[in-house]
């Protein structure tokens, strides 16, 4: 089974310009969640979708963004970039029961400069 | 609010031998599941251990398991036998209801040959 694929690996942006970065799940994974790992700050989760819901929202402004689509891949949107906002992206995929484990992409890095 | 507290940013260990990582969390519900992960340079979150709260026995995978303290809301993992793909980030994980995990900010493990 094909695991959690996410593209770009990399991204180099500039401040203020938009970024969208894409995750393809697990098959029949229908929920997807998105985290930001910082060094020394950990993960921190974004938000997660299930059945083209947002579901749960993490602490972020409003530049953050996401959707679903129908065939449960997820991308997340980032607009105005901030320095700040440089980190890895990681989406994970799981089963929707209580209990399941995340299943993590490789992460999409990102630079803003 | 959940918490979840790594105090050891970094550590090492002789291969063949067994080191100790360790993990506290804060919640206030009764049911729920804790994680340990790994992340080696390659970027790629990888589950070690799971252990759901309502067990008492510690989980065990292979060379991995935990000391799970329930009323100390302490979560180790124990790694017999290190070998040098155990060099990775370790992070551990708290999942309740829905896919929001809370994850510790890690401890860096290094095997030393």
């Known amino acids: 089974k094909a695991g959690v694929t996410q593209t770009p690996r990399y991204l180099i942006k500039t401040r203020g310009q938009q970024v969208t970065l894409s995750c393809s799940p697990i098959?029949?994974?229908?929920?997807v969640s998105w985290y930001q790992q910082t060094p020394g700050q950990g993960l921190q989760f974004l938000f997660e979708?299930?059945?083209?819901?947002?579901?749960n929202k993490g602490n972020f402004p409003g530049r953050f963004s996401g959707r679903q689509f129908s065939n449960s891949r997820s991308e997340m949107n980032v607009s105005t970039l901030e320095l700040g906002d440089s980190a890895l992206y990681l989406c994970a995929s799981s089963l929707d029961r209580v209990g399941s484990p995340l299943h993590f992409g490789n992460g999409t890095r990102l630079t803003v400069t | 609010a959940q918490t979840v507290t790594q105090s050891q940013p970094e550590m090492s260990v002789q291969e063949a031998e067994t080191v100790t990582l360790s993990c506290t969390y804060d919640t206030s519900e009764n049911n729920y599941y804790l994680f340990w992960y790994k992340q080696p340079p390659s970027r790629q979150m990888i589950l070690v251990i799971r252990?759901?709260?309502?067990?008492?026995q510690n989980a065990t995978e292979n060379r991995f398991s935990v000391n799970f303290q329930k009323a100390a809301k302490s979560f180790s993992l124990k790694i017999s036998d290190s070998q040098l793909g155990d060099t990775a980030m370790y992070f551990c994980a708290y999942g309740h209801t829905g896919n929001q995990f809370y994850f510790g900010t890690g401890t860096s493990l290094t095997v030393i040959p």
């Open positions: 252990q759901e709260a309502y067990k008492q």
């Open positions: 979708y299930f059945s083209e819901t947002q579901r």
């Open positions: 098959s029949g994974h229908r929920s």
